[in-house]
């Protein structure tokens, strides 16, 4: 992968999309690449770091996966916004869901141990545009989102209690169902 200076590029790191603009390679060591994220921080990274990271984000569109663009709940909500405007794509011929994901860089302290791979799925929302059905998976012991009832015209929740997890069916049928739109 050829990096352009000066030009912006997105990568997945926490389970988030960050984004960084490419400064130049050291000119000491051709596999450190400089460069500086949104929030203004300056960082050397090696390009067996970096480049998977950028090739990530293109492996989840490709697959339908959205990742917020940052930690805050506002993020969170383009992001789920992003999935009920455009529920589905298309692979293989066939017309699929996406899925917004929360990796465990977004589960409380509590429900973080040793035992969890920051990466992996902490929360995971589909949206069926048929039924106006909002899925959301999370681990059992967790509650639900409440930033979700402040965003959505909620008409009913339903529980549903399996083995290690809790699939959350929220009822959107309701006329309009997003109380705000997407922020840029």
Not at 101 to 127: G, K, N
Not at 170 to 176: F, H, M, P, Q, V
Request: hydrophobic share 35%.
């Amino acid at each position: 992968m050829n990096f352009e200076e000066g030009k912006s590029y997105n990568a997945v790191v926490n389970g988030q999309i960050w984004t960084f603009v490419y400064d130049g390679t050291d000119p000491e060591d051709e596999e450190i690449l400089w460069i500086t994220w949104e929030s203004g921080e300056e960082e050397g990274h090696s390009t067996d770091y970096l480049i998977p990271k950028v090739e990530e984000v293109g492996m989840l569109q490709a697959s339908g996966i959205v990742y917020p663009q940052g930690m805050t709940e506002d993020h969170q909500w383009n992001a789920l916004q992003e999935i009920i405007q455009k529920p589905r794509y298309f692979f293989a011929g066939m017309e699929v869901p996406r899925a917004m994901v929360l990796t465990y860089h977004f589960a409380p302290d509590e429900l973080l141990s040793d035992l969890y791979d920051r990466r992996s799925d902490y929360m995971d929302f589909i949206y069926d545009p048929d039924s106006k059905l909002l899925s959301v998976t999370t681990p059992k012991r967790v509650e639900f989102p409440q930033w979700i009832k402040s965003k959505l015209n909620v008409t009913g929740i339903m529980r549903i209690e399996e083995e290690d997890k809790t699939v959350w069916k929220i009822d959107c049928a309701n006329g309009d169902y997003l109380k705000a739109k997407i922020s840029t």
